[in-house]
């Protein structure tokens, strides 16, 4: 027991050794008593979310706040409208400079496609070599130069230009000695290369990731490896031994007949590397019909057992979740509205809709919704959850057309749209009375949805049939 003690202290001591202590301060008197979440990204490829820290600043606005970090990487806070980032390197202390207060909207709250502006913060305590300084001047002179130049480089496909900036670039930029702007410098400039030749994605693919570091931690190095290795199950893959890959994808072990595949070329001898690229193609292949969500799950468990890496674990668990979100028979989020909560359909099939009120689908919707709420709604509960945004509109359209159903109004601060993932109005679930998912995307009203519910029907007559034997 003492010797797993001792192990247990020196495990965790080695592990702490690696992470670093990041300070943050500051004023900024717009934002008195608020909290501020500082975030970075869990792994490299599935934008999953992961806290640090919380700023939690006075009533002067004051703030002070510390996390651990092992390695340079971009964090993030989300400010209103604004979405601020920033660099932070370990053992590093910043004063950080926020932008004007500019809250979210009530529609953009609502808007499930709303974006907030990404701005890179500034610090009072920096210097001009100071890694956040270097990245901002860099990108200002890339960005306005592939602004000017865009259509010469990718629709003229003219590399010369490309190649002529980079140089100049690589030049003025030598002396600088820090790693990880030195590798966002190449890997920025190697965009505008696949920019001006992203048909060449061999030769892209060797030069820029084959038998190279895998630096995940550097946003440069990540954005061009999705460009290069976007959806490469469709594309990237084919470009090589399309009948391969398809064989290996009928197969009935697509990971081993996929790793199989892709060690056959001298790009992919690494493991990890293999592992992370064939996690982000199935991932990707859902979303291009090539993979259901189900097959795709399977594929990611199998890399996730047979990958000892850490980053590929992250990686295929929130890739998993992901493909796991409204799946059928996993647990739907919980959600309150008003005084309408999912709870309150323990015991019964519920029929939900996300709509908006002032579109003519509703208009179209609401008439089928009734004809279907009339016939079957003894056996199973509809609910409208509208995301309108002037609520005495909503008030009298539902004056005006009214239900025989609940239809609510969801509050601006709650966070149902983003639990449920809803991009698109109208979005229909079907629910089972286990409070699991039974069917989504639902069909509409008119999509033959009326199917669904005699099956319902159907089976609830037979367990109540079964039951009074």
């Given at each position: ?12 001591s ?30 490299a490829?599935s ?8 700023l ?24 209103g ?18 932008p004007?207060?500019?809250e ?5 709250k ?6 907030p502006?990404?701005?890179l913060?500034?610090f009072?305590?920096s210097?001009k ?21 865009f259509d010469r480089?990718y629709n003229?496909?003219?590399s010369?230009?490309?190649?002529e900036?980079s ?8 002396q ?10 190449k890997y920025r400039?190697?965009f505008?290369d ?12 060797n030069?820029?990731?084959a ?5 995940l931690?550097?946003s ?10 976007n959806?490469a ?7 090589r031994?399309?009948s391969?890959?398809i ?10 007949e996929?790793?199989?595949a ?16 064939l996690?982000k ?27 000892k ?12 979740s992901?493909?796991s ?10 959600f309150?509205?008003g ?6 359909y323990k ?9 908006n009120?002032?579109?003519?689908v ?39 057309y ?9 509050d ?10 809803i ?13 699991k998912v039974?069917?989504?995307?639902a069909?509409?009203?008119h999509?033959?949805v ?11 007559l037979?367990k ?6």
């Amino acid at each position: 027991m003492r010797s797993l003690f001792i192990l247990l202290i020196l495990i965790t001591s080695v592990q702490s050794s690696f992470a670093k202590k990041v300070k943050l301060f500051g004023q900024h008197a717009a934002y008195a008593d608020a909290q501020i979440k500082v975030l970075c990204y869990d792994d490299a490829f599935s934008k999953t979310e992961k806290q640090l820290a919380t700023l939690q600043l006075d009533k002067q606005g004051r703030f002070s706040v510390e996390f651990d970090i092992d390695e340079t990487q971009m964090i993030f806070l989300p400010l209103g409208v604004f979405r601020g980032y920033f660099f932070a390197e370990p053992d590093k202390v910043y004063q950080l400079s926020l932008p004007p207060k500019r809250e979210l909207s009530p529609a953009q709250k609502t808007d499930p496609f709303f974006t907030p502006q990404d701005v890179l913060l500034g610090f009072r305590n920096s210097s001009k070599d100071d890694l956040n300084n270097l990245i901002r001047k860099f990108d200002n002179q890339f960005d306005n130069f592939v602004n000017q130049n865009f259509d010469r480089i990718y629709n003229q496909r003219s590399s010369s230009l490309g190649v002529e900036f980079s140089k100049q670039m690589i030049t003025k930029y030598t002396q600088v000695k820090n790693p990880y702007f030195q590798v966002y410098l190449k890997y920025r400039l190697g965009f505008l290369d696949y920019l001006s030749r992203p048909e060449a994605y061999m030769s892209l693919e060797n030069k820029y990731f084959a038998k190279k570091d895998l630096l995940l931690n550097n946003s440069a190095y990540t954005i061009l490896f999705n460009k290069i290795y976007n959806n490469a199950l469709a594309s990237a893959f084919h470009r090589r031994e399309k009948s391969k890959f398809i064989k290996a994808l009928e197969s009935k072990d697509v990971y081993q007949e996929l790793n199989k595949a892709m060690k056959t070329y001298s790009v992919y001898q690494n493991k990890f590397f293999r592992d992370l690229l064939l996690a982000k193609s199935v991932f990707e292949g859902t979303e291009n019909a090539l993979l259901t969500r189900r097959k795709a799950i399977a594929i990611l468990k199998q890399i996730h057992q047979n990958s000892k890496d850490d980053r590929v674990g992250k990686l295929t668990k929130n890739y998993i979740s992901k493909l796991s979100h409204l799946l059928k028979n996993t647990k739907a989020p919980h959600f309150k509205v008003g005084d309408i909560a999912l709870e309150n359909y323990k015991g019964k099939y519920l029929y939900l809709n996300f709509c908006n009120t002032s579109n003519s689908v509703w208009k179209n919707d609401l008439e089928s919704l009734k004809k279907l709420h009339e016939a079957f709604g003894k056996d199973i509960e509809f609910l409208s959850l509208a995301s309108d945004v002037d609520p005495i509109r909503f008030n009298n359209r539902l004056k005006q057309y009214e239900a025989d159903w609940p239809v609510v109004l969801i509050d601006k601060d709650n966070t149902i749209l983003k639990d449920y993932k809803i991009k698109v109005f109208p979005t229909y679930i079907i629910i089972n009375p286990e409070g699991k998912v039974f069917k989504y995307p639902a069909r509409g009203p008119h999509d033959g949805v009326e199917k669904d519910f005699v099956k319902i029907q159907r089976n609830l007559l037979r367990k109540n049939y079964s039951q009074q034997k």
